[in-house]
């Protein structure tokens, strides 16, 4: 489709425009160094999910946990950590209330060493697998890997007497490895707890929602924000923190990709494409897509950064009565659809940005600016 037809006239000359000569050629140069992390099934610090954890904690220790949980919320605040902690638990103490009241178990257990280290007996991570052939990991998590899940629960109990797995994302799961799990949801086995991971749960089927019990996690204030980037970035300035913390909307993890290599600038970047949606720089577009090109997972990033952000501004709006919001929210589902579809094909990022930004123009005409 020609340029006018997609935004009208356009600014400067976009018809005359050149990529670099290399774009095309040019191999995604190595990940930009950031600072190292913890990764959750280490971590024993959970901030500003006090009321999910009281509940887990209260059916956990009352010796009649359900064997499916349902751990829900926006990414980066604190679900596989808060995982991690109820297996850490369940695998140190079993369903009893002889452990900590808040499910922490010290650092030199048993089961906390071998879980640290990857390798308790009792404990199943279920992600998306690599690709062989790309070496890339695979868009959907596969019923190869659900039907893990069964020869997993079937095995003897661990020190503990408890099994747990841990799946990560559910979202992911194409329709046969949501069938798979569901028949295992319906015969759950004695001993065993399924923990399911999302960001967005209404994806999944019904009947897998049904059958767990929910702990919804809400995107931390500002506080808590704080408080966890003082630990994690020592060396970042009390402004840079709080320039993260305005960023990140709530979401640690968020906070903690921007404050490494180009995240930052990245998610300005996703702020201004939806600020100048009325009227989108086609040239600066096609000049951030080659920079994209150029910066490993760049255009992954930059998508995550564009739905969070507008997902913010549609919250936002809808706290203030803001009308027309139907289509907005259409639009952060395209928009999502997009992206997805993006990462699965590897498409080139120009083309996405473009696409993405036609999109939000013509919602703009609509609905107004968010």
Not at 47 to 62: C, E, N, P, V, W
Not at 198 to 218: A, K
Request: glycine share 10%; hydrophobic share 45%.
């Amino acid at each position: 489709m020609r340029w006018r037809q997609r935004f009208g006239q356009p600014s400067l000359a976009v018809s005359g425009y050149k990529p670099p000569k290399d774009t095309m050629m040019a191999k995604r140069t190595a990940k930009a160094t950031e600072p190292e992390f913890p990764h959750p099934r280490t971590t024993t610090t959970l901030l500003g999910q006090d009321l999910a954890l009281a509940k887990a904690a209260r059916a956990i220790r009352s010796g009649k946990p359900p064997q499916g949980w349902l751990i829900s919320g926006p990414p980066g605040v604190g679900k596989a950590t808060m995982a991690y902690r109820i297996a850490r638990y369940l695998l140190a103490h079993g369903a009893k209330d002889s452990g900590a009241s808040d499910l922490a178990v010290a650092a030199n257990d048993p089961a906390a060493l071998q879980m640290a280290a990857g390798g308790h007996p009792g404990l199943l991570l279920l992600q998306r697998g690599v690709n062989e052939k790309t070496g890339k990991l695979m868009t959907v998590l596969s019923v190869e890997e659900i039907r893990k899940l069964a020869g997993f629960f079937g095995m003897t109990s661990g020190a503990g007497g408890w099994r747990v797995a841990i799946v990560d994302i559910a979202d992911d799961m194409n329709d046969n490895a949501a069938n798979a799990l569901l028949k295992l949801l319906e015969e759950p086995p004695s001993r065993a707890m399924l923990l399911l991971l999302s960001n967005t749960p209404g994806r999944l089927l019904p009947t897998i929602r049904s059958r767990c019990q929910r702990l919804v996690l809400r995107p931390l204030d500002d506080q808590s924000m704080m408080q966890a980037l003082e630990k994690f970035l020592p060396d970042v300035s009390e402004s840079e923190r709080g320039q993260l913390v305005r960023l990140s909307v709530g979401s640690i993890g968020a906070a903690l990709a921007l404050a490494g290599g180009e995240g930052r600038e990245l998610a300005a970047e996703a702020d201004r494409l939806i600020e100048t949606a009325a009227q989108p720089d086609l040239v600066a577009l096609l000049a951030l897509g080659d920079r994209l090109f150029r910066i490993q997972d760049g255009l992954e990033k930059i998508g995550d950064f564009l739905i969070e952000a507008l997902s913010a501004r549609i919250r936002a709006r809808a706290h203030q009565g803001a009308p027309h919001l139907d289509r907005w929210i259409m639009a952060l589902a395209r928009l999502k659809d997009a992206f997805a579809r993006a990462g699965g094909l590897h498409l080139e990022p120009r083309q996405t940005l473009l696409t993405t930004a036609r999109d939000l123009s013509r919602t703009v005409r609509q609905a107004g600016a968010v």
